[in-house]
C-alpha cells in the first residue's frame, strides 16, 4: 500500500510539473519554431482525446472526424467573415459557437451513422466526409469552393509573440478535452460507452440506452474537434476543402 501511495504521490508531481511547464513554454521558450511545434502538440493532444471518447471508449472508429475539424474551421471563418469581427483575441470568444454548430451537425450524422456498427460505420463516417468536403467544394459563394476562405489576420501580433495566443487557445482545448474524457470514464455514462464497446446487445440487455449513450460520446467528441478545428483556420489564417483530412486523418487511422 506504501508503494502504491508513492507511486501515486510520483504521479501527481509529475502531472504538477508537466502542467506547470505547459504554462511557461512560451516565457522560456519564445521563438517562433518552438512555439509553432507547441501549438501543432496541443492541437493533436486536444484532437487525440476527443476522438477517444467515440473510438476509444465506445469503440465505434469514425475515420470521418476530419468533416468536424474542417466544419469547426469554416464556421468560425464565417463568422468572423460576415460578422466583421476584428483580428486578434475577439475571434477566440466565437470558438465556442463554433463547437455548437459542430455539435448540431454531429447530431444530424450520428443520427443516420450510429445506426450502423463495425466496418459499415467506418465507411458511412468516411462517405459524410468526402460528402462535406464536395459541398466545402461546391458551394462557392459561401465557402469560396476550391480557392478557399481567409479568415482575418492579426496584424498586431508580430514576432516571437505572434504564436503564442494560439498556443494557449490550443492549451486551452487540450486540457478541456481532457477534463472532460477523465469526467467521462469516471461516470456511469463512461461505464456504459464501455459496455457498448465490449459487447453492445448485452449492455442493451442490462439496461444501457445505448443509442443516446452513442449519439452523445458522437456529439461531445465532435464539438471539441470543432472547436479545436475553428482555432487552427483562425492559426493558419487560410482553409480550403482538402486541407481538412490531413489532421486529423492519421489520429483516426491509429
Sequence with gaps: MRGLGGAGALKAIGLVALAALALVLPV??????????????????GLATAWNIMGGYTGYISLGHA??????????GLLLNH???????????????????TALLAVAIG???????????????????????????NLVTLTGGGG????????DWGGDFFNIPYY??????????LLVSFTIRRSK???????????????LAVGVPTRAFKLTAFVISAALVGM?????????TYIYPQFVVDPLIGISMV
Excluded at 522560456?28 to 493532444?45: K, R
Excluded at 468533416?67 to 468560425?76: H, P, Q
Excluded at 466583421?84 to 470558438?95: E, K, Q, R, S, T
Excluded at 459496455?195 to 446487445?201: G, H, L, N, S, V
Design 28 to 45: 522560456i521558450a519564445p521563438d517562433p519554431g518552438t512555439t509553432n511545434i507547441a501549438v501543432f502538440t496541443m492541437m493533436y493532444v
Design 67 to 76: 468533416a468536424f475539424f474542417g466544419f469547426g474551421a469554416y464556421s468560425l
Design 83 to 101: 460578422l466583421h469581427i476584428a483580428p486578434g483575441y475577439g475571434p477566440f470568444f466565437l470558438v465556442p459557437v463554433a463547437g455548437l454548430l
Design 111 to 137: 443520427w443516420v451513422a450510429l445506426r450502423t456498427r463495425a466496418a459499415t460505420f467506418v465507411i458511412v463516417t468516411i462517405a459524410f466526409m468526402f460528402m462535406l468536403q464536395l459541398l466545402a467544394e
Design 148 to 155: 478557399g476562405l481567409g479568415l482575418p489576420y492579426a496584424h
Design 168 to 177: 494557449y487557445a490550443m492549451l486551452a482545448l487540450a486540457v478541456l478535452a
Design 189 to 203: 455514462f463512461g461505464l456504459g460507452l464501455l459496455a457498448i464497446r465490449d459487447d453492445e446487445d448485452k449492455a
Design 228 to 236: 479545436i478545428g475553428g482555432v487552427y483556420g483562425y492559426y493558419v
